[in-house]
């Protein structure tokens, strides 16, 4: 954990969050009711490879908005998390998923049945 996210509470939460979900997508809206066409489509992909997963409304905190941005160092929102580790946006979802990777890594993962 980085130095920042001990000084920070939102950012220690955060922190907390991505440590205790398997796969947890920081998004617009929730997993059943998107806000935004990006977290729609993340949404949509987690759903297809029927991959559990964790929804957090960013909208609900504007400092949980801002938090998660400069948590992974990553402009836009959605972004997921798998086992600790930030993915990416929509687009390298997107990407991942069309190639197959994203399934890849999340069989190799254990989250996914085979």
């Not at 964790?54 to 504007?62: I, K, R």
Request: aromatic letters at 8%; hydrophobic letters at 40%.
């Amino acid at each position: 954990m980085s130095e920042a996210a001990t000084d920070n509470p939102v950012h220690a939460w955060i922190a907390k969050s991505v440590a205790e979900n398997p796969v947890i997508l920081f998004m617009k809206g929730e997993p059943e009711q998107p806000r935004c066409g990006f977290s729609a489509v993340s949404v949509q992909i987690l759903d297809h490879l029927g991959v559990e997963f964790v929804g957090v409304d960013v909208l609900q905190s504007e400092p949980l908005r801002e938090g998660i941005k400069t948590f992974s160092d990553w402009p836009t929102i959605p972004q997921l998390y798998v086992k600790g580790e930030f993915v990416g946006g929509c687009d390298i979802i997107k990407e991942m998923f069309q190639s197959g990777e994203l399934k890849t890594m999340l069989a190799e993962q254990g989250l996914l049945e085979a």
